[in-house]
């Protein structure tokens, strides 16, 4: 069953235009004569640019305006980028669909063309919006200086060049869907593991429109959404939001499913890994038993400074 038109929402970031045309190019292709308006909704997270989002409420300042746009009829679909998604849903929404995942590593961005995060120079200052990213850099190069930066790629590339740091850490996946796949050099997972759902887009619906559903299906990449649930149930175990310095990253093989998993202190103080290997099938329970054992070597009061 097909809907005359489908309304999809979504932030009006370039980034988060490439990705909404992304979902609506795949839906039309999966079914003929299906009409996608595209409904640009202004969130809170693009509104306040001055401040961490970790002092204004969270990563759900990206998500909270089109959800309720879901909820409340307006919308159809919600396209978004898995990373911003908090680890449980409003009730009343699910996510129907994945696309392909792109290049989930971090991004290495300096004027100088420095290649490594070992290549730094001691005392540099790093532009990151991430506490993952800064806690992670200073367990490896405590002498690092970071610096908190908010806004779109090309923002931040720009205060890049305007001189606020001397290398700035972004993901690599917004670089390529963007066109700008040779700026910075991406940073090897096993020196940063990236946060749960980087580089995935996620597509949301509400539970009960088993209409919208179906057409979602079509275009769902279930290598891909196999390893962001496996990610996703490790992160809803510890509560992971962008107060949190959470690290988790799956990979489907011949050998099944692959999970990596870290936590780290705000400050970068202290890092706890954990990793679970097993089948495709039980993604959800190796990423859950993952979160129990990092939640529990890492004891009450850990993410506080």
Known sequence: MSKPVLRLGTRGSPLALVQAHQVRDALIAAHAGLAVEIVVIRTTGDKVQDRPLSEIGGKGLFTREIEDGLLGGALDIAVHSAKDMLPVLPDGLMLAAFLERED????????GSIARLADLPKGATVA????????????????????????????????LDEGVAQALLLARAGLNRLGRGA??????????????????????????????????????????ETCVRAEFAMQAVLEGSCRTPIAGYAVLGDGGLWLRAKIARPDGSAVIDAERRGAASDALALGQDAGRELRGRAGPGFFED
């Open 183 to 224: 700026v910075g050099m991406p940073v090897p997972v096993e020196d940063m593991l990236p946060a749960a759902g980087q580089g995935a887009v996620c597509v949301e619906c509400r539970d009960d429109d088993g209409a919208t559903r179906e057409l979602l299906s079509a275009i769902n990449h279930a290598p891909t």
């Open 128 to 159: 990151t919006v991430a506490l993952r990213r800064k806690a992670l850099l200073l367990h490896a190069r405590p002498d690092i200086k970071t610096v908190p930066i908010r806004g779109n790629v090309d923002t931040r590339l720009r205060k």
């Open 104 to 111: 989930p590593r971090d991004a290495l961005v300096s004027p």
